[in-house]
């Protein structure tokens, strides 16, 4: 039988765990600079945690765990007879892998209260799981990296959160425009234009309008039985345009009769004033079309787009005003952001924007010619380690070619070459597998040439 994995997951490979692990020390040392802590939780929870949280659709999604041992002791002939998926689920599995880092998060806020400095700052990056259909771009295993900022309402947080987004593009070398808008501004338009009970159908409708055109989302609010008064209302919000603060001036104007929605502009405007203080790299920008995750945000929300590929969204996030009341515990309110590392990875293999020394392996290969040549070069080869030189000694005495060969898979730019003459000199011979140049060099030369080249 061919061994294969569950569809959905992959398998990766050392070079591509080299650059993962690019994108997550830089996005992890990024957050350090501002305070924020990492925190695990375990990659299975009780269904009761999970169950609910995300809707009816996201309950179907939930993979769930069979209870170990005898798990069809407790269960009858008729349960079993009556094929009740839903049911029997309920009866067999006590447990299920995360859906995603933000419910753990919360029954871990709830959970560790008393222990908890408020406010609290804390990122997290690790797997989830979602029993979808599998495509291009969307898995069934795939990493969340959730940086959030509960018990704290001030707006401070909001702006922060987009220096740090702002930081990690510009370390990655990517450049990306910041969109952002705010809950309160679309409850407000919904109000204003007569139909606040519709205001998930216009948020949904409106943030198709990149995907699918101004007419397709004008024909969706119809079908969700919006008046075509209210449609006409809504064009010049949908397609406003101009700078942040211009943009603000209409709005404000619009929504001079709804106090949410003033509430929203004041927050957003607090937000970009302070910003403009300091200057972020990357352009921000006011888009009352971006809706994002719909009952869930209550304040500021964003999201991230990349200028030089086409690609979704890579980063997005919001201000939440009940993130621990599912678990009982009303009133802490957070505000978050997730940076979406599959997306990002695919965004700097499209623009080859990894650097060179995050990516290679070893530097260095000393070049087995025997046991008396190796007995020279292990102590060499564990000094060039301690100063820091990724270094290794071929472990086999082969074919000269074919440990060549081996050097050249693995994209190592040097090799040292020991013979009976360099260990009479107590040399060794470096020879720049990119130029062909050699150099015959005393070992502490050699750290000293191969530091200088790192």
Known sequence: MKPSIPKGTRDFSPVEMAKRNYIFDTIRSVYALYGFQQIETPSMETLQTLMGKYGEEGDKLLFKVLNSGDFLNKVSDEELQERNALHLAARLCEKGLRYDLTVPFARYVVMHREELQLPFKRYQVQPVWRADRPQKGRYREFYQFDGDVVGSDSLLNEVELMQIVDTVFKR??????????NRKILTGIAEVIGEADKIVDITVAIDKLDKIGLEAVNEE???????????????????????????????????????????????????????????????????????RGLNYYTGAIFEVKALDVQIGSITGGGRYDNLTGIFGMPGISGVGISFGVDRIFDVLNALDAY???????TQLLFINFGEKETAFCMPI?????????????????????????????????????????????????????????????????LIALMQNHQ
């Open 172 to 181: 990655f070398g990517v450049r990306v425009q910041i969109k952002i808008n």
């Open 221 to 291: 609010l119809t079908k969700d039985g919006i008046s075509a008064e209210a449609i006409e209302k809504l064009q010049p919000i949908i397609l406003l345009s101009g700078t942040n603060e211009e943009k603000l001036q209409v709005i404000s104007e619009v929504l001079k009769d709804s106090e949410t929605g003033l509430k929203g502009v004041e927050e957003i405007r607090f937000i970009l004033d302070t910003l403009k203080s300091f200057g972020l790299q990357n352009e921000i920008q006011l888009d009352l079309t971006l809706a």
């Open 355 to 361: 650097p060179k020394e995050a990516v290679n392996g």
């Open 381 to 445: 080869a564990a000094k060039l380690r301690e100063a820091g030189i990724r270094t290794e000694v071929f472990p086999d005495s082969v074919k000269m070619k074919k440990q060549m060969s081996y050097a050249n898979a693995k994209g190592i730019s040097f090799v040292a070459l020991v013979g009976e003459n360099e260990i009479n000199e107590g040399k060794v011979t470096l020879k720049d597998m990119t130029t062909g140049e050699q150099k015959l060099v005393t070992p502490d030369e």
